[in-house]
């Protein structure tokens, strides 16, 4: 609640009066312990015995950047938003310096392009001297003169970007303000009463007669159009190095904008490709387990066809019989040492295949000449006649 802004506050350039503060310096006034000891339930009243004990001005300082007093109390006018007559009270204060200044600078913030020039150009004749803290905590001499001057010409005071105004120029074109006039003007008017007056008896009754003197109101004139050059010419620099500051610092933001950009695309397209890269991997990856599952299948496969071909084949051989005749040839109780049958097998094997061989090689042909041609193909090894 006590950082809120008042209910009753109007927007200030279409926003919170608050927001002209930064968002970071804005949360640094926040946590000060100044701002919450000194400017708590702080009002318009008693605002101006605290702005009466300000012995400084400036923005942040040090390493950690604190705001000083002197932005508390602009941030507490700024949430409160004091009159606009308190406030001109405040910039035609000439006993304290800061609350002045204080008032000066809220004006530049929250006030019409016509009020900051109106108000402010007067106190360029102010040559009392401030206090200014540094960034670095240091104290540095300055006068409210320049400080106007900063607050008129520049972009930022006080680690505050200074809202942006019209030209003064344009502003006398329009007809809301008068041509500027030279506070040394009046210095002049008097030095031209001060001669007129030294001037002889004579010369004033020539004076009288013949009016005044040609080459004196030239002179005057001349001296008048200078004054008015002058000051043209100075608001035409302040306005072209106005616009150089803003030109410089629209070129500044683009180019951040660019980095900015750049730095997206190069980021979307890293994780364009961190993405493309993890596609491709798990792909790869299903790839190798599709066919490590074929190679499983397939392994699995010809192990159960080489399963029931040799269950097939147990099975032909257990249905053919030759089972039956292996197992009864070796159920078959063994032969007894003495039985004379033993010996006998063996010879009668032999017998038969020595027939057979000689059935083979037809020595055995009843022809003579055919068994003794059969003889000598057998013993040259090829097949022997057959006639």
Known sequence: MANRTDPAAKSIRGTNPQNLVEKILRSKIYQNTYWKEQCFGLTAE???DKAMELDHLGGTYGGNRKPTPFMCLVMKMLQIQPEKEIVIEFIKNEDYKYVRVLG????????TDVDVYRYLEPLYNDYRKLRRKLADGQFTLTHVDEVIDELLTKDYSCDIALPRVKRRWNLESLGSLEPRRSALEED?????EKEDNDQPADEL???YYR????TRERE?????DSHRHRDRDYDRDYDRDYDRDYERERGRGRDRDRDRDRDRDRERDRDRYRLREEKDYGREREGRERDRRDRDRDRGRRRSRSRSRSRSKDRKDYDGGDYRKRHARSSASPRRHGDGH???EPKKKKEKKEKKEKKDDGTDHPDPEIAEANKLRAALGLKPLKV
């Open 46 to 48: 008693t605002l101006v």
């Open 205 to 207: 009754e020539e004076d």
């Open 211 to 214: 009016g005044r003197s040609p």
């Open 188 to 192: 002049f008017e008097e030095e031209e």
């Open 342 to 344: 033993e010996d006998d």
């Open 104 to 111: 000066a600078f809220y004006l530049r913030l929250t006030g």
């Open 220 to 224: 005057r004139d001349r001296r008048r």
